[in-house]
């Protein structure tokens, strides 16, 4: 297992303000009566992994856990060199995509960012920007839970899965939680090193996206035109070549029952005018026709996947495109 890191190792030095002590308690500790775990702390020891246990999904609650509107608190985007800046330079907007759009276009350029430890740092140092520009809606104080949504997702599926297991980073500094998932080298080189057909069906999703933003906002300029400057032949309606390096993120805040919760996630664009709230934001998403049973079973999964991605972050709308393939 990997080395865990204090937050002291994610921001410069003095950038994370530990603050003034809680006025009240958000998240307990699974032994009141043990020592704090305090920021800077040298002596706190690093605990064996632990199991999440999960009620009987068969017994309905009898009362709803109420779930707030999430609300974007800050984003932003990363560059072609997955640099961090704090503007809205990969945005991108909503536009219908043609029918029959050919996904397997510009494979060939496709660039693929490797896959990584999915650390929390920029979401961190988001937050810490809100924090002293003066602007933050929601003290670190009342946080319970810091986390991207990737990780909340798997912790909301996890009773309704059953054949891959997964492993995360807690880290509990007074009384916040923080979370990242933990991927193993071995885990990381299985993620890297994709059978060419899986890794072809991969960029699909990533060609649909293409096919469906525009880096223009309605009104000023369709997406062909745009990529039309870098390659004149261009299908209608291509977005861009894929780089995967590019993203725009959002951070919102939403109070899950009594604990409030700051999460940050990639969105793939905004429909019409962005406003800076989550209900113009769009989930991009494509799978393969249904063929038989199996297949229904895999969607089945794979929308209550969907369903999540896009509740966590307030993401109103989900547009769907299914592929049809030649099995040889």
Known sequence: MSKKRDISDVLDQGELDAGPSHTRARLEAEHPGSPDRTHGSSNSQQGEPKDLSYPDITLRSTKATPFQLPTQIISFSYTPEHVLEFNDSALRYFSDPPLGAQLGYGYERWIRRPEERGRIDSLLKAFDRVKHGGKCPVNLDDVGVVSWRGVMTRILTAPYEDREGWEMNVMFVNGTMYLEEHLTGAKIADKNNVEPRHRKMMYYGYAFESFSTSENPPGRGSAQSTASRSHPTAPLGWGGDVDTNVQWCSVVRTKLGDIRLVIGGEVDCVRGKYTGNTNTFVELKT????????????????????????????????TEARITLAIC
């Open 287 to 318: 799978s393969m026709n249904i063929r038989n049973a199996n297949d229904e079973a895999k969607f089945e999964k794979k929308l209550l996947k969907f369903y999540f991605q896009s509740f966590l972050l307030g993401v109103p709308v989900s």
